[in-house]
T-cell receptor
C-alpha cells in the first residue's frame, strides 16, 4: 500500500527557533498534501493544503508567515514552524493524496511529528 | 460545510463484547466517509471507507460500518473486541462536490477494553 513518511518523528526546540518537518510520499506521486495539527486528546484540524508547484492554501486562523509550506516536488512537502513558541507544541500530521487519477480518493497519512517547544 | 459528530467521547467495553461507535455527519449530498484508528503517539490507520455502492462496508481488523443516509450516520461496529483494539477512533468526511479533498474529522472516541 501507499506509504507516507514524516521526518523527524519528534523534535524539541527552544522558543524563537525554527523547525522544519518533512512529509514524503514513498511509493506514489502526490500533487496535493495536507497538513493537520492535533493537540493532546483532541481531533485533527486542517492547517493547510499544499499543492506541488504553487502556493499553499491556508485555513482560516492559520498564520501563513508562521507556518511556511513548500511543496517542491511530487513526493515532498515541508512545513516550517518559524519562531516557534510553546503554544506551537503539538502533533503535526501530513497526508498525501495520490495524483494517479484513480477514483479511490486515496489519502494516506504520515505517522506524525511531535513538536515540543521549550 | 461538512461536519462530523462523534457523540461518545469515551467508551469502555469488556474484551469479547461487541462494539458500536457512533458517527453522524452533516453534508448536503452523499459524502465520502472514513473511519481511522490512532494508537497513542501514532499516526492514523485507515480502517474502512465508504464511497458508494453497498452501504455495509467491511474493513480491516474485523471492523465494519454501515452508511445510513436517512440517519446521516456511519457507525462503526465489531462483533468481538480484542484488548489490542484500545485506541482513539476518528470518523471523517470528505466532500464529493467541491473537490475539496481535505477531510473533516470528528472529535474522536477513546475506546478502553477491560479484561
Amino acid at each position: 500500500g501507499a506509504v507516507v513518511s514524516q521526518h523527524p518523528s519528534w523534535v524539541i526546540c527552544k522558543s524563537g527557533t525554527s523547525v522544519k518537518i518533512e512529509c514524503r510520499s514513498l511509493d506514489f506521486q502526490a500533487t496535493t498534501m495536507f497538513w493537520y495539527r492535533q493537540f493532546p486528546k483532541q481531533s485533527l484540524m486542517l492547517m493547510a493544503t499544499s499543492n506541488e508547484g504553487s502556493k499553499a492554501t491556508y485555513e482560516q486562523g492559520v498564520e501563513k508567515d508562521k507556518f511556511l509550506i513548500n511543496h517542491a516536488s511530487l513526493t515532498l512537502s515541508t512545513l516550517t514552524v518559524t519562531s516557534a513558541h510553546p503554544e506551537d507544541s503539538s502533533f503535526y500530521i501530513c497526508s498525501a493524496r495520490e495524483s494517479s487519477g484513480r477514483p479511490s480518493y486515496g489519502q494516506y497519512f504520515g505517522p506524525g511529528t511531535r513538536l515540543t517547544v521549550t | 460545510a461538512q461536519s462530523v459528530t462523534q457523540p461518545d467521547i469515551h467508551i469502555t467495553v469488556s474484551e469479547g463484547a461487541s462494539l458500536e461507535l457512533r458517527c453522524n455527519y452533516s453534508y448536503g449530498a452523499t459524502p465520502y466517509l472514513f473511519w481511522y484508528v490512532q494508537s497513542p503517539g501514532q499516526g492514523l490507520q485507515l480502517l474502512l471507507k465508504y464511497f458508494s455502492g453497498d452501504t455495509l462496508v467491511q474493513g480491516i481488523k474485523g471492523f465494519e460500518a454501515e452508511f445510513k443516509r436517512s440517519q446521516s450516520s456511519f457507525n462503526l461496529r465489531k462483533p468481538s473486541v480484542h484488548w489490542s483494539d484500545a485506541a482513539e477512533y476518528f470518523c471523517a468526511v470528505g466532500a464529493r462536490r467541491t473537490g475539496r479533498r481535505a477531510l473533516t474529522f470528528g472529535s474522536g472516541t477513546r475506546l478502553q477494553v477491560q479484561p
